[in-house]
């Protein structure tokens, strides 16, 4: 499990050779006010882990471009792989943001996040996401909150729904490394009993030059929770 993440790593780090800054996620699970500069590209790794299945984990490669000065786009494809298997591709997803006021002009600087999610196969649901992002920067301290709504549909069953919260705060030692914890929920409405699950941990941030890295780790404190996850997001500004 180690050998995979170091290796993800070290792929990205050999690519940290563009000029423009990256745009910095302080947080793992809970997104920041900020949208790519106009004309600005970035690429992003994600790597995600569950405690109760290590052999399994998600991948997503990001590609996110600026596409005005409040607005940017950005394509995943997402991939998983099962310890001693080959890597599957699970799906394509899009996503767009667009900041809806500049920032200082309300007490929480807000932003919408729209994210579309289509399967690689046709007959796995697909997942539609609307995410409002709040955050404040307090100086050196950042303070973000993110309620998300979230569609799921396919072939097979009608719509289900899922709504949840993000809620994150980072503490800023020096540019290069920042420190902070994380809470995050989602509740699930399904066919059968809705579902619950938390987790709240510490996250850890570092950046350098064009490039950041930030590690999040989240103990699940309810019953539908995983016992804990862990995600590592490299980015490089191109």
Known sequence: MRR?????????????????????????????Y????SGSTELEFYQTVAQQNPDKWEYRIELEHGLTAN??????????????????WDAVQVRLRT???????LPLDPLLYIE?????????????????VLSHDFSRTLFALNPVFEGVFGPEHSPE????????????????????????????????????STYLGPTASYASGEMFLALGYGWGISEASDPAKLRAILGVGL
């Open 161 to 196: 729904y899922e709504v949840g919260l993000d809620l994150g705060l980072a503490q800023e030692l020096s540019y290069t490394w920042s420190l902070g914890v994380e809470m995050t929920g989602r509740r699930e409405f399904l066919a059968g009993p809705d579902e619950t």
């Open 99 to 105: 900041r809806l006021a500049e920032q200082g002009e």
């Open 116 to 132: 579309y999610a289509r399967k690689a196969s046709p007959a796995h649901d697909n997942k539609a996401e609307l995410k409002l």
């Open 4 to 32: 995979k993440l170091i290796v993800g790593l070290a792929i990205l780090l050999a690519l940290a050779v563009g000029d423009a800054q990256a745009d910095r996620r302080k947080l793992v699970w809970t997104y920041q």
């Open 71 to 88: 607005t940017d786009l950005a394509v995943y494809e997402i991939f998983s792989q099962t310890e001693g298997s080959s890597l599957r």
């Open 34 to 37: 900020g949208t790519m500069a």
